[in-house]
């Protein structure tokens, strides 16, 4: 079942200290950020198979770079303001502290890509820029009462090893958990929420990380909460161990699909309404492109000696 709400309200108690810095398979992040660990499948690549064959190959196969975005890089600057909210005392958790970490983070990110000052083509969009991001920030006070939460994790790495399958793994922004024990796994969204009856794709990421939990902590988390800051919304849902099975079913028939798909080296396109924010249109057959010569090497690494 899926509840909407406008705001929530919780208390949680801290188990473990939160994760070192976050890894991250995604191959524009810097070097330092990066982890090569194969075979593996994280939510975004998933989603990127079901996207576009093509696409995830781009991304998985051949790791070709892509270009940074404003949208992009306000999400992971809201992203870590957020996270650093909870590095304050609870009664210092307050709207104006989350605005004042906003510079000294969007500084951080350029120490570490200075290329990214060249998303803007003045001071003035840079403002209005980081202005929308502290629209974002605001709205998620909204939400929550920060002063009543003490997440058990932030930033959580987590990793299951499917046995005759791949590697599952993924970053949860933060698990909650309740005084009984319940566990809760919020991830931030900083786009609008989706439509009604288009809920599937997000929560297949929030499944995604609740398996892994489920599978690793043998502990299934009581509520999967989605809190979209584009429009303020709180989208949750309670899963059951019914819904792991037959997501665990669904992950390795995805899995097999990907390794069929590898061992052909068919790695066709699928053309959708998406394509229009592709960084790969260059290189696609459908924008008349030609994808590079294919790394059996490289597919190796990434699915196994039999792909």
Known sequence: ????????????????DPSAGPVTDDPAAPVADRVVRAPGLSPSRAKDFQQCPLLFRLRVVDRIPEPSSQPAVRGTLVHAVLDALFDSPAPERTVEQAHRLLDPHWQRLLERDPDLAGLFTSPEELTAWLDSAR????????????????PRARELRVDHQLEDGPELRGIIDRVDVAPNGWIRIVDYKTGRSPRPGYEAD????????AFVVWRTRGVLPRALQLEYLGDGTIVTHEPTEQEMVTFETRIRALWTTIRDVAASGRWT??????CSWCSFRDLCPQFGGTPPPIDEAAVRRAFGPAA
């Open 135 to 150: 629209v974002l920030i605001g709205r998620y006070f909204e939400l929550e009462d920060p002063t009543r939460l003490s």
């Open 1 to 16: 079942m899926w509840v909407r709400r406008p705001s929530l309200t919780d208390v949680s108690i801290p188990l473990q």
């Open 269 to 274: 396109p699928r053309p959708s309404p998406l």
């Open 202 to 209: 997000a929560l297949f990421q929030m499944r995604f990380y």
